[in-house]
């Protein structure tokens, strides 16, 4: 009896617990100053403890917070170090996105729920880290070209992870990515690289690329209901 009495008082301890943390991140964020290691040691101690306590009440969605508490730590190292780069941001955040959007896909899929926001997820993460490339791949020259190689890399990554797993919104991605970086080489050459002409393309091949994986997630459920 006296121990069933103790374990009534554990859901509340823990939601305090997170309560706390929660409130701990929010005020020392403002006071501390965002780009500080005091901060960032905050969030990351607030990101193990999210992943503790999603292992422990085994909760995805508490995962993603801890995950997202680690990786907005990250961003203020960064920030804090006067990092410039865009790919020390992007690749992170792009793989952030690119895992819930796969974990939620599998959770639908078990569910036998549709799965337009695991693809909008997912979708998105890898938007983000094509684009960043593609982004800087259109500097032209020398500053612009380990970019475009790593592009291509990225683009056959893409496609091959969408074809091993059968699934046709990175697929498609993928190659629309490998195909718009090659375009995009082929203006900024021949158009001399204009701030609006750069615009303009990072603009429309990001739109292609949402564009895409909600048209092939769009067919792929008319398909199953014609079935």
């Known amino acids: 009896p006296q121990r069933a009495r103790l374990t009534l008082w554990v859901a509340?301890?823990?939601?305090?617990?997170?309560?706390?943390?929660?409130v701990c991140v929010l005020f020392t964020?403002?006071?501390v100053g965002f780009a500080s290691v005091p901060v960032a040691l905050t969030w990351t101690i607030a990101g193990a403890f999210g992943l503790t306590m999603a292992y422990r009440r085994r909760s995805l969605r508490l995962g993603y917070a801890g995950l997202g508490a680690l990786e907005a730590a990250w961003v203020v190292l960064l920030l804090g170090n006067n990092i410039v780069e865009l790919q020390w941001y992007a690749?992170?955040?792009?793989?952030?996105l690119i895992l819930i959007g796969t974990l939620?896909?599998?959770i639908a899929r078990q569910?036998?729920?549709?799965?337009?926001?695991?693809?909008?997820?997912e979708s998105?993460?890898?938007?983000?880290?094509?684009?960043?490339?593609?982004i800087q791949s259109l500097r032209g020259g020398a500053a612009g070209l380990p970019y475009f190689i790593l592009m291509i890399v990225e683009g056959i990554a893409v496609i091959a992870w969408g074809g091993l797993r059968r699934i046709k919104a990175p697929f498609f991605i993928g190659l629309a990515a490998s195909v718009l970086n090659v375009?995009?080489?082929?203006?900024?050459?021949?158009?001399?690289?204009?701030?609006?002409?750069?615009w303009l393309i990072i603009g429309g091949a990001g739109l292609l690329i949402i564009a895409a994986a909600v048209i092939v997630?769009?067919?792929r459920v008319l398909i199953l209901a014609k079935a």
């Open 12 to 22: 509340p301890l823990t939601n305090v617990a997170i309560g706390s943390v929660v």
């Open 29 to 31: 964020t403002p006071l």
């Open 91 to 96: 690749l992170p955040t792009g793989l952030y």
């Open 104 to 106: 939620e896909r599998r």
């Open 111 to 121: 569910a036998g729920q549709t799965r337009k926001w695991a693809v909008l997820i």
């Open 124 to 134: 998105f993460g890898l938007a983000v880290l094509l684009l960043t490339t593609f």
């Open 183 to 198: 375009l995009g080489q082929v203006v900024v050459l021949f158009a001399g690289g204009a701030t609006l002409t750069r």
């Open 217 to 219: 997630e769009r067919q």
